[in-house]
């Protein structure tokens, strides 16, 4: 049982380029989110989902695109990424929203030069 | 604007003995909280939780405490094992209000031999 899968577990870029972080659960949550972690700062929210085909801006969603076009899978997106996106990116799933543990993935760190 | 604070950023405690991690938070309209464990290279994983009409969960060696009127929770830990070196994220949501939990900063727990 696999739960959340988050791909790729590590990648380097150069300023401006772009790139899709891929969460993929199995557990048919309905709720999906993305998360950054920086040092000192804990967990903050990108962006998140309620359902197939929803999106909701999180606490820091700026610079960054989401899609959920399938229930299990989560798409992150930095259209030109800058050095200030560098940072261990964190997808969850539960049920629902609020009550509901979070179940998170191993994390992708990316590194933006 | 810290919502929900983590205080020390790390605690030692010598293995046997009791682990005390504190969180506050501001939001008056939080019920639900929860305490998160995170392992280095890996996902945070859901610990134990505590909805507002109570003031204490049990769960093994893991008790949560919830003071309302100081806005205050804390989590023990006994006795404190080597497992349980880790770093301990607090979070708490606005259950039927609102989809997002908000984590603390987390603070870091070492088992001292």
């Known amino acids: 049982n696999a739960g959340v899968t988050q791909t790729p577990k590590f990648r380097v870029l150069k300023t401006g380029q772009s790139m899709t972080l891929l969460c993929a659960q199995d557990?048919?949550?309905?709720?999906m989110y993305w998360y950054r972690q920086d040092p000192g700062m804990g967990l903050r929210l990108i962006h998140y989902s309620v359902g197939e085909g929803t999106t909701a801006k999180g606490e820091v969603p700026d610079g960054y695109n989401v899609s959920r076009l399938k229930k299990q899978n989560f798409l992150l997106g930095l259209e030109s990424a800058a050095p200030s996106q560098t940072s261990v990116y964190f997808c969850?799933?539960?049920?629902?929203?609020?009550?509901?543990?979070?179940?998170f993935g191993d994390g992708t760190r990316l590194s933006i030069l | 604007d810290q919502q929900v604070k983590q205080n020390s950023p790390s605690l030692s405690v010598q293995e046997g003995r009791i682990s005390i991690l504190n969180c506050d938070y501001t939001?008056?309209?939080?019920?639900?909280f929860l305490w998160y464990k995170k392992y280095p290279a890996e996902g945070p994983t859901f610990l134990i939780s505590?909805?507002?009409?109570?003031d204490k969960n049990e769960d093994g060696r893991f008790t949560v405490f919830l003071n309302k009127s100081a806005k205050h929770l804390s989590l023990h830990i006994v006795p404190s094992q080597p497992g349980d070196s880790a770093v301990y994220f607090c979070a708490a949501s606005a259950s039927g209000r609102d989809d997002k939990i908000i984590f603390g900063k987390g603070t870091r727990l070492h088992i001292l031999p």
């Open positions: 505590i909805s507002s009409i109570k």
């Open positions: 557990m048919n949550h309905e709720y």
């Open positions: 969850a799933s539960s049920w629902t929203g609020g009550t509901q543990p979070q179940h």
């Open positions: 939001n008056s309209m939080f019920d639900y």
